[in-house]
């Protein structure tokens, strides 16, 4: 670890960490848009993943979800555990793309799920939660025989209000954004970027170089070994 970058962290007080699928390949979660990555294999895959998919076929989005998106038996890694430690201290906030719940059992203080979390799943029609093992085994509501789903952001679907002003006052906040494991090329999660403190540094830690608006500085590798490396002080 470069003693500047440990630095960085060591005095930050409102860590921001941006974060996606890169995150959650080390616990065995497949990315999305890489070369093994779901939207390569299924060229089909977002319409899947859209509103008016489910809208039209509850049952074909249902078993997409069930067979593409669900990994039960995963476990945080380094990367998840690392930035926890920096939210329980009340030192950073986590805001995520991903939707695999890896950041909750985790203990994550401060997080806001940007699109929505797979652990929480609803009933369409009476709007009650229901125990995401219920969903695995029928997408039928049993007390009202409404659709089940889980409660992440669809493609047609827009950011909840909430998660855009928790995001954009986190980041308003920050003297440290860290981004780990995207692309940044997925918006509006990009664009959140432009409403940073103009104080904040920004590192990315990423297996692909970023090119990204302003200064910023990149450490191109493995992530897992740079939160292994890292401090929590």
Not at 72 to 98: G, L, S, Y
Not at 133 to 149: C, F, N, V, W
Not at 157 to 181: R, T
């Amino acid at each position: 670890m470069d003693g500047a970058i440990q630095t960085l962290f060591d005095q930050a007080q409102h860590i921001v960490f941006m974060t996606g699928a890169g995150v959650s390949t080390a616990s065995g979660i497949p990315d999305f848009r890489s070369a093994n990555g779901l939207y390569t294999k299924n060229k089909n895959a977002e319409y899947y993943l859209s509103h008016r998919y489910f809208m039209s076929d509850p049952e074909g989005f249902y078993r997409f979800c069930k067979d593409n998106l669900y990994f039960p038996d995963a476990k945080p890694n380094v990367i998840h555990e690392k930035q926890a430690a920096f939210t329980q201290a009340d030192r950073a906030t986590v805001i995520t793309q991903n939707i695999d719940g890896l950041y909750e059992k985790a203990h994550t203080k401060h997080l806001i799920n940007f699109h929505g979390t797979l652990e929480r799943v609803y009933c369409e029609k009476c709007h009650q939660t229901v125990p995401v093992a219920d969903y695995l085994k029928s997408r039928i509501h049993e007390a009202d025989g409404g659709s089940l789903r889980p409660d992440i952001v669809l493609y047609d679907e827009a950011i909840p209000e909430v998660a855009l002003s928790q995001s954009l006052a986190a980041l308003q906040a920050a003297d440290l954004v860290v981004i780990v494991g995207t692309s940044m090329k997925v918006y509006p999660f990009a664009g959140l970027l432009n409403y940073a403190n103009s104080g904040a540094k920004i590192l990315a830690v990423n297996q692909e170089p970023l090119s990204l608006p302003g200064d910023f500085s990149m450490v191109t590798g493995d992530a897992v070994e740079f939160f292994n490396e890292l401090q929590v002080k």
